[in-house]
């Protein structure tokens, strides 16, 4: 860390401790506002990688190999537990949704919304801007959105 990140870290904290304060009922509309700006611009780096690398990307073309030393049952384990792990965390606060329901089953659908896009949609663009990258950039795959933007 060099000065004008820690610089930059003791800003962030002086702007953000009083936002604290502020009550979590009074930040729902901002907050899905900006869920929903966020949703959008992570599209339009999708669309716009795979639109100039001309398609998804050569992670799309080689294919999957499975390591020697995984068999097909064990890579299945794995991959069922990557997808609880991805999902865990609601699952953990579901408790937290169900208390504050009006009515049993009012929670329902927020949460498959919630376990379809950010499980499934978020992830998918990733992979497809990560592949598209790789492409663009010369065999680098960059999947974070401000190295994207900073290239």
Request: hydrophobic share 55%; glycine share 10%; net charge neutral.
């Amino acid at each position: 860390m060099v000065t004008r990140d820690f610089v930059g870290f003791v800003i962030f904290q002086v702007i953000s401790i009083p936002m604290l304060l502020i009550r979590v009922e009074k930040v729902a509309f901002p907050v899905a506002i900006a869920n929903i700006v966020t949703f959008f611009v992570m599209m339009g780096i999708t669309i716009w990688a795979c639109t100039t690398a001309g398609g998804a990307g050569p992670l799309f073309v080689s294919g999957a190999t499975q390591p020697a030393t995984m068999t097909t049952s064990w890579a299945w384990i794995y991959g069922i537990v990557a997808s609880v792990g991805n999902i865990s965390a609601g699952i953990l606060n579901q408790s937290d949704f169900t208390r504050f329901a009006h009515k049993q089953g009012v929670q329902v659908p927020g949460m498959i919304f919630s376990l379809l896009v950010p499980g499934m949609v978020v992830p998918i663009f990733g992979i497809l801007t990560a592949s598209a990258t790789m492409t663009i950039y010369g065999g680098e795959a960059y999947w974070n959105p401000l190295v994207i933007i900073l290239q």
